[in-house]
């Protein structure tokens, strides 16, 4: 290899390398992955309170921001332990508010199995209603469920997931777990009727289109960096080791 063409390439790396640290202030993405253009605001008269962990709020592909950034009047609030948490604890002591935790468990009132008019029931009347979403792994949702003892004292909802998750990126524990904007997505489903929001005309999809486009999109970047390492880069690697 010449001079010239080493120095080329050189200049072409140190170029791409500058564009991929290059982020996005609202969605945290590489200027290439930026998915600011598919968000589609939603308007709902529930509001969800997203609580992300820290560990999660340092990942790229975090779908409780991007919930966050579809969702006008939500929150997206970081930590881990929420008992002490200021805005939370204003929320929760809130006489015009009620407030339940969208979480699985024996306790959980199941929205899957109820009528509409059930759903609505959830909300005492003349108050406004707040979703709590924890938004981490699912071993970091529970450990903060446990350090929180303003949230295990809420009412909590669930529902039984119609199909398995999307989240092709990251592993889930089993294929009915979901990822956060696919639970809140289908929350939406679930309580919209009950609550003034027209599921028919499908304008709450729109998280789950900003949803797989960044996956796609993580997955063309997985696909070509293979490309790249070329087919044997597992024998090389072992072989370095050793």
């Not at 005492?124 to 929180?148: C, H, Q, R, Y």
């Not at 790249?228 to 072992?238: D, H, I, K, T, V």
């Amino acid at each position: 290899m010449n001079i010239e063409k080493y120095q080329k390439q050189r200049e072409q790396l140190r170029q791409n390398a500058y564009q991929y640290r290059e982020r996005c202030l609202q969605c945290m993405q590489t200027g290439r992955n930026c998915y600011c253009h598919q968000v589609k605001k939603i308007e709902l008269s529930f509001r969800f309170i997203i609580l992300i962990h820290p560990i999660e709020a340092r990942r790229r592909v975090a779908t409780g921001r991007m919930t966050h950034l579809c969702l006008p009047h939500s929150l997206l609030l970081r930590g881990h332990d929420y008992s002490r948490h200021k805005v939370v604890n204003e929320i929760l002591a809130d006489p015009q508010a009620h407030s339940v935790l969208l979480s699985p468990g024996v306790n959980s009132a199941n929205l899957s199995v109820m009528s509409e008019a059930g759903r609505a029931g959830i909300l005492p009347p003349g108050k406004k209603l707040n979703i709590f979403v924890l938004d981490g792994t699912w071993a970091t949702a529970k450990k903060m469920l446990k350090e929180s003892s303003n949230l295990r004292v809420l009412p909590q909802i669930c529902f039984t997931p119609p199909a398995p998750s999307h989240f092709r990126v990251r592993k889930q524990p089993r294929a009915d777990c979901y990822s956060t904007i696919e639970a809140i997505h289908h929350t939406i489903e679930l309580l919209g009727p009950s609550f003034g929001f027209d599921t028919s005309k499908r304008t709450h999809d729109s998280l789950l289109h900003v949803f797989n486009y960044l996956v796609d999109q993580e997955i063309e970047v997985i696909r070509r960096a293979n490309e790249l390492a070329g087919p044997n880069r597992y024998q090389r690697a072992r072989r370095n080791i050793s």
